[in-house]
């Protein structure tokens, strides 16, 4: 019999989910730092190696602070599996797995779905290691089929010219020109289609945007990011309301590829987990604050920020999105040189990759993270030579204004 939860909060789930799976009540969960675990008995052991009983036998298979942990944020992305599938136990855990990276939760995603013969149907414009798989995907005997626009008539006539598509992969926002891509429109090109769709729910989060309540069927993010938020850890997830899914065919490539997360960073994970909510908060309200500084000052040709009413996604941003997120990217008139001196200017925000952190974060695609993207692909997804990629954090935000103000003076 399920119980009663009268509690639906984002912060309420991550502060209290899961955290009552700890038999000696200590308020912090604790870690279970073990690589293996004692079997009863060799029936028992059998039964746990034929998936008929629960238990833990080896870490990089399971382990309970990543499985808890895996709940969690399965919770906070909304997954109501009663309502996805009324033939389900209403007692059915659903979660997601636990990676070593965001890497290794999208490339399990896809080696677990999509079958050599099979395709993907994938947005061009994606985070670099992301594409560059994709781009190598060959060597696995997937095909991919790239979709330059976003407007969903491109989706529908890339599904329609391949037949064999078991996959539709998107990021919206996309990392780092920030444009959207329509998930529900997606999603219901890709079901009608008999595939799958894959969303990249990093740079949103799920305070900013539920891609399964879009129809999506798989949420992956890089943790590393907002998740964890503290800058602390590599990490990545895999969720899915399909649980066969998750349980088997995620299950098996995790387990014999064995990107496992570490228990300790997975415990990290969980508690920056818990002011999740708390930094969303601040983060998405400083970015429209600098986006709208950034938008009137005279050395930025264009500011990128799904919360700007100029954005050319502002009104799919509204549709899809609960709140505008904490990235923003803009256009220096000055170009690759006006970049470069920014990077080497900025005082209080940092010249450092990766995104979602506490602290302010800036980079400069074209000389940092798509250095090596060929310039074609980059002119294509909007990457410019005078793009700079912003990560808003916690700071006061007249504290970043000035910085950046300063840092713009010369070019
Ligand atoms: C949107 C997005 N997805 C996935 C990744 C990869 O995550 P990780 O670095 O944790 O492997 C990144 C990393 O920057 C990212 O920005």
Not at 122 to 131: D, F, G, K, N, P
């Amino acid at each position: 019999m399920e119980k009663f939860n009268p509690f639906h909060g984002l912060s309420t789930h991550a502060v209290h989910a899961t955290e009552e799976q700890n038999p000696f009540n200590t308020n912090v969960t604790p870690i279970y730092q073990s690589s293996i675990y004692r079997i009863p008995d060799v029936a028992t052991g059998v039964a746990i190696f034929e998936g008929t009983a629960s238990g833990y036998v080896y870490t990089r298979l399971s382990n309970p602070t990543l499985d808890q942990v895996g709940q969690k944020i399965a919770i906070l992305e909304g997954i109501d599996l009663l309502r996805k599938d009324p033939d389900r136990p209403a007692n059915e855990v659903v979660r997601g797995r636990i990676f070593s990276s965001g890497m290794a939760a999208i490339t399990s995603t896809i080696l677990a779905r999509v079958q050599s013969g099979q395709a993907v149907i994938a947005q061009e414009a994606l985070y670099s290691r992301t594409y560059g798989f994709l781009s190598e995907s060959e060597r696995h005997g997937i095909h991919v089929a790239w979709v330059s626009n976003p407007d969903p008539a491109a989706w529908e006539a890339a599904f329609e010219a391949t037949p064999d598509a078991a996959m539709a992969y998107l990021e919206s926002p996309v990392n780092p020109s920030l444009s959207l891509v329509d998930i529900a429109a997606v999603a219901e090109i890709a079901h009608r289609h008999n595939a799958w769709l894959v969303v990249d729910n990093t740079f949103a989060t799920p305070y900013c945007q539920r891609p399964f309540n879009l129809g999506a069927d798989v949420v992956v993010h890089s943790t590393t990011k907002y998740l964890n938020g503290h800058g602390l850890i590599i990490g990545g997830i895999a969720i899915s309301h399909h649980v066969d899914f998750v349980d088997h065919e995620l299950y098996d490539i995790h387990k014999t590829f064995g990107a496992t997360a570490s228990p300790f960073d997975t415990w990290l994970l969980n508690n920056g987990l818990k002011t999740f909510e708390l930094r969303m908060i601040r983060q998405c309200d400083n970015a429209m604050k600098v986006a709208s500084f950034l938008e009137g000052h005279p050395a930025v040709s264009k500011v990128f920020y799904p919360g700007l009413p100029s954005f050319e996604y502002h009104e799919l941003a509204k549709r899809q999105m609960m709140a505008f997120g904490g990235m923003i990217s803009f256009e220096l008139k000055g170009g690759f040189s006006a970049g470069e001196n920014m990077m080497n200017s900025v005082r209080l925000c940092r010249l450092a990759v990766s995104l979602g952190h506490l602290d302010t974060l800036i980079e400069h695609p074209v000389s940092m993270t798509q250095a090596k993207v060929d310039p074609a692909v980059l002119a294509k997804t909007g990457i410019t030579p005078g793009l700079v990629r912003l990560s808003v954090g916690i700071e006061n935000v007249e504290d970043i204004i000035v910085d950046l103000d300063q840092a713009m003076s010369g070019l």
